[in-house]
């Protein structure tokens, strides 16, 4: 889903290694006088000491971009995946640099983005969790798109990506790119079977918040087959400075069933003349059931 949704969800050292290395040369003994040579007579001069090969110098300590992890703190707080050992393949599965760089950026004495970079990444099923220093969690910055695995049976519970416990998430994507691909075409929606059986097995949630406070979700996407269905927002209030306070962007091939928006209060922070109600609703594609009750944006 696009757009920007402020929510409020109570359920939802540096070591330097000296190395000393003498640069004397090796004693060496005067030569003895030869038999001829007489204490009374000049003695001849010593042939000329031949110089001793110089030790080989010590090796450099290691640098930072050899070292196994990132200088800490990084520059401006910046926590980036691939510096933890993240891979844009496509195939490497990738949860625990996901979780090093989580960790990292959650206890930095100051302010920390866990950043996302262009590419595809296999993660999960993950949790990132607080509180983190200070009852403030990390800006979380996705440029990328985060795959799931395609199999059912690689999730031991039945949510994807969760954040838990955390105050103040920022989680931004980039617009016109897929941040989150479930895959559930390659195995979940085969298996999808609620409309016809009450008794049905429950799928795989891409992502969910437990417990996060005043958080804000800002160009957040997924592919255009999610099926979005049953889905309450409830008791939320904030701001937004777009034209649309609430955006829902449902598939034409399989459309959003029963969206419901309930006590959600959200003042617009430019004023362009128009009323509260004009034009903060954007809904695109096709939608079974959708209502708003005590609502104003």
């Not at 809904?283 to 959708?290: H, P, W």
Request: aromatic share 8%; proline share 9%.
């Amino acid at each position: 889903m696009k757009g920007i949704l402020p929510f409020c969800l109570t359920t939802l050292a540096f070591h330097i290694a000296l190395f000393h290395v003498s640069n004397a040369l090796p004693r060496i003994q005067p030569p003895f006088p030869g038999p001829q040579a007489s204490f009374d007579s000049p003695a001849s001069a010593p042939s000329p000491i031949p110089s001793a090969k110089s030790p080989e110098p010590a090796p450099s300590p290691m640098s930072s971009a050899e070292s196994p992890g990132p200088a800490s703190p990084p520059p401006e707080g910046v926590f980036d995946i691939t510096q933890y050992g993240a891979i844009a393949d496509g195939k490497t599965e990738n949860s625990k640099a996901f979780l090093a760089t989580w960790e990292a950026a959650c206890r930095n004495a100051g302010n920390s983005t866990f950043y996302i970079p262009e590419g595809t990444y296999i993660v999960g099923p993950i949790s990132f969790s607080g509180p983190c220093y200070k009852n403030q969690s990390p800006e979380v910055k996705i440029e990328g798109t985060l795959v799931a695995p395609s199999s059912l049976n690689s999730f031991l519970n039945s949510e994807w990506i969760e954040y838990k416990n955390l105050n103040g998430l920022v989680l931004t994507g980039r617009t016109r790119v897929t941040n989150f691909d479930g895959q559930g075409a390659v195995e979940a929606w085969k298996q999808i079977s609620c409309w016809s059986s009450r008794e049905c097995k429950v799928l795989i949630t891409s992502l969910k918040f437990s417990n996060v406070s005043y958080g804000t979700l800002t160009n957040i996407s997924m592919p255009s087959l999610v099926k979005l269905s049953n889905i309450s927002v409830k008791n939320v209030s904030g701001t937004y400075n777009t034209n649309s306070a609430v955006t829902l962007l449902c598939s034409s091939n399989v459309p959003c069933e029963n969206i419901k928006i309930i006590d959600v209060n959200l003042n617009n922070t430019v004023s362009n003349g128009s009323t509260p109600r004009q034009g903060r609703l954007n809904l695109k594609g096709v939608i079974n059931g959708f209502q708003v009750d005590n609502s104003r944006f």
